[in-house]
């Protein structure tokens, strides 16, 4: 059974910081992986989406990357704003149909001004 | 990206009474949709697949004559909580994902259900 563990559980930077969220999977059989953000109360934001293929996606001050073998990516978050205080989580698909993914449990950002 | 719709936001009930759920694809056609069930604090559980035109496919431990799915077009699938009981109180997140894409989701903006 997969099993998606985020580390750290919680983060609290100053504003500007770059940070790196962390995303570990048992099973390196994924099709891909992706990263959302969650506001309180509110449904999830897709953020990325790295294929198995892929080492690495990027999209403005967000870069994700993958290593499969290790069964780990993470989420590196350039010059943070006060803006991205969420909670952001990783969930990985192994067939590609999103109908069996596992969600991580999600790591809660605050960036503080 | 592609957006999805889920209304209400918000609903309150008494026990005993029935509420539906709605998740709309407004700018993709899609032939499957996911319902989800969070807890506070706790990430989301998968629920049941929703299947345009058949039956939805419930996961283990989800009663499906407790949570009635219908997809009845490629737009919109409702999820029917029946004869609701607070332990059914629960913020409740669709999602679904554009045919033929890179396997990309995209969810609703959920769902909290309260049920008194």
């Known amino acids: 059974k997969q099993e998606v563990t985020q580390i750290p559980a919680a983060l609290s930077v100053p504003e500007g910081e770059n940070l790196v969220l962390n995303c570990s999977f048992t099973?390196?059989?994924?099709?891909?992986l992706q990263w959302f953000r969650q506001d309180p109360g509110k449904g999830l934001t897709s953020l990325l989406l790295?294929?198995?293929?892929?080492r690495e996606q990027t999209s403005g001050r967000l870069n994700a990357s993958l290593d499969k073998s290790s069964g780990r990516s993470t989420l590196y978050i350039a010059a943070s704003q006060p803006g991205d205080s969420a909670t952001y989580l990783c969930?990985?698909?192994?067939?590609?149909?999103?109908?069996?993914?596992?969600f991580g449990t999600g790591t809660r950002l605050q960036v503080t001004l | 990206g592609a957006v999805v719709s889920q209304h209400p936001s918000w609903v309150i009930c008494k026990s005993g009474t029935s509420v539906k759920i709605e998740c709309r694809s407004l700018?993709?056609?899609?032939?499957?949709m996911f319902w989800y069930r969070q807890f506070p604090k706790q990430s989301l559980m998968l629920m049941a697949t929703s299947n345009e035109g058949s039956k939805a496919t419930y996961e283990q431990g989800v009663e499906k004559d407790k949570f009635l799915i219908n997809h009845a077009s490629l737009t919109l699938s409702t999820l029917t909580v029946t004869s609701a009981h607070p332990e059914d109180s629960s913020f409740y997140i669709c999602s679904a994902r554009p045919g033929l894409g890179t396997g990309e989701l995209f969810f609703g903006e959920g769902s909290r259900l309260t049920v008194l």
């Open positions: 790295i294929q198995s293929s892929q």
């Open positions: 099973d390196s059989a994924i099709y891909n």
């Open positions: 969930a990985v698909d192994p067939t590609g149909t999103a109908s069996k993914l596992t």
């Open positions: 700018d993709f056609q899609a032939t499957t």
